[in-house]
């Protein structure tokens, strides 16, 4: 029996999760629960499966089964719970120092949480290696990559090729997207998903940050990393190899294959319900529209520029999303405040994980700072 902590257990990747768990019973057993504030959901969900570690970071929580709160609650918990394996959930920067303390107690790190790699990807990579322990990715894209280089001798990969839905918002024009609403923004049209990332979606930050993290997880040259939209959400991604062959990954957009792919890996299964017939499916593909979605070639831009630019997208993203759902500014000023902070001198490398998280709090407070000129 693998041993497995799920991380945001009440969110959309972590209901997925235990949906896994639910249906192979034999194979996994949980052992640690997390969610921020929605504890009623988190005790059922503790009830079901007989957890006994349970973290709610949000607030104190009213029940006494809640056995860690507080800020240190999710580091706690994982220190404190003997796993296999952490599955991180969680959505947003607040999941890197889960992902470090996972590592740091020698669990292997099922990751979601695309923010701890887009933050920290060297430090990251380097605890891992000195831990010993596996980095599985679970965004759809990456664990797709993964199956697909894997066993293949770097030297033979020409390129990566991610794909992108296009979100809510393709093919529409400035001034179409300057009238907007978060509520619309929410609307993904083919993955069902927590709002933040569902609106990264459609500012196509998503795939911003999911460049970052493809370049982090699997060292490879950013000019080696494309994306093209395929509306369909069918291709994962891709690969050409040096002779200029492609391969596909190819499956229903659902979270429950990748997730399980990291839960059992090496091993593989069938998702109930999974099988796919290509027999009369469309599949296209086009280039992004990168001048009225900048938060894409921004996300390029911050790689390139190396040092600490991939926080500072990320964090800013994070603040500007939040605004824009809070109703103080609009949709086509997300990139603007990115941009804007991107603007200036970041160039310093962080070299540990209390300066990475002291330069993703300064550029949040100017970001906010920002914002409050604008309202
Ligand atoms: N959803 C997908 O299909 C998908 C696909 C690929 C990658 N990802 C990545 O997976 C991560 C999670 O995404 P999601 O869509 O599952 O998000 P979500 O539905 O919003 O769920 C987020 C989870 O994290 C918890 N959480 C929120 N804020 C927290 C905080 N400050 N401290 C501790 N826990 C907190 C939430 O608890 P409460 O419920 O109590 O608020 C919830 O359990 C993100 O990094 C996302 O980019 C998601």
């Known amino acids: 029996l693998k041993k497995v902590i799920v991380l945001g257990s009440t969110g959309s990747i972590g209901t997925s999760a235990l949906d896994i768990i639910r249906g192979?019973?034999?194979?996994?057993?949980?052992?640690?629960?997390?969610?921020?504030?929605?504890?009623?959901?988190?005790?059922?969900?503790?009830?079901?499966?007989?957890?006994?570690?349970?973290?709610?970071?949000?607030n104190q929580g009213s029940c006494s089964r809640i056995t860690h709160s507080g800020p240190e609650a999710l580091l706690d918990l994982i220190r404190d719970t003997e796993a296999h394996i952490v599955?991180?959930?969680?959505?947003?920067?607040?999941?890197?120092?889960?992902?470090?303390?996972a590592l740091e107690s020698g669990k292997d790190l099922a990751l979601a949480n695309k923010e701890t790699m887009v933050m920290a990807g060297p430090l990251v990579n380097s605890l891992a290696e000195k831990m010993g322990r596996k980095i599985l990715p679970v965004d759809s894209e990456h664990s797709a990559i993964f199956h697909l280089i894997e066993g293949r001798n770097p030297h033979n990969i020409e390129e990566i090729i991610i794909t992108a839905s296009g979100g809510p918002f393709r093919g529409h024009t400035l001034e179409q997207l300057q009238k907007v609403t978060a509520k619309e923004a929410m609307k993904h049209p083919t993955w069902d998903?927590?709002?933040?990332?569902?609106?990264?979606?459609?500012?196509?930050?998503?795939?911003?940050?999911?460049?970052?993290?493809?370049?982090?997880?699997?060292?490879?040259?950013?000019?080696?990393?494309?994306?093209?939209?395929?509306?369909?959400?069918?291709?994962?991604?891709?690969?050409?190899?040096t002779d200029l062959a492609m391969y596909a990954h190819i499956s229903h957009p659902d979270m429950r294959l990748p997730i399980q792919n990291a839960l059992f890996y090496p091993n593989m299964k069938a998702v109930p319900g999974s099988f796919l017939d290509l027999a009369g499916r469309e599949m296209t593909f086009f280039e992004p529209d990168r001048e009225n979605f900048p938060m894409l070639p921004l996300a390029y831009r911050a790689a390139e520029s190396g040092g600490a630019y991939p926080i500072v997208y990320n964090a800013v993203n994070e603040i500007a999303v939040q605004a824009f759902v809070d109703n103080l500014i609009g949709f086509a000023e997300i990139p603007e405040l990115t941009e804007s902070v991107m603007n200036e001198d970041w160039s310093e490398e962080p070299e540990s994980f209390p300066e990475v998280l002291h330069i993703d709090a300064q550029c949040r407070k100017m970001a906010e700072g920002l914002i409050k000129k604008r309202i």
């Open 87 to 101: 599955v991180n959930g969680i959505s947003g920067a607040v999941g890197l120092l889960p992902s470090v303390a």
């Open 24 to 58: 192979n019973g034999d194979d996994f057993q949980l052992v640690g629960l997390s969610a921020n504030k929605r504890e009623k959901e988190l005790l059922a969900q503790a009830e079901e499966f007989s957890v006994t570690s349970l973290a709610l970071t949000g």
């Open 193 to 241: 998903m927590g709002y933040k990332i569902s609106i990264d979606s459609a500012t196509m930050a998503n795939k911003g940050l999911e460049v970052i993290e493809c370049w982090r997880l699997f060292d490879i040259p950013l000019d080696r990393i494309k994306v093209l939209v395929h509306p369909q959400s069918l291709v994962h991604s891709l690969i050409r190899t």
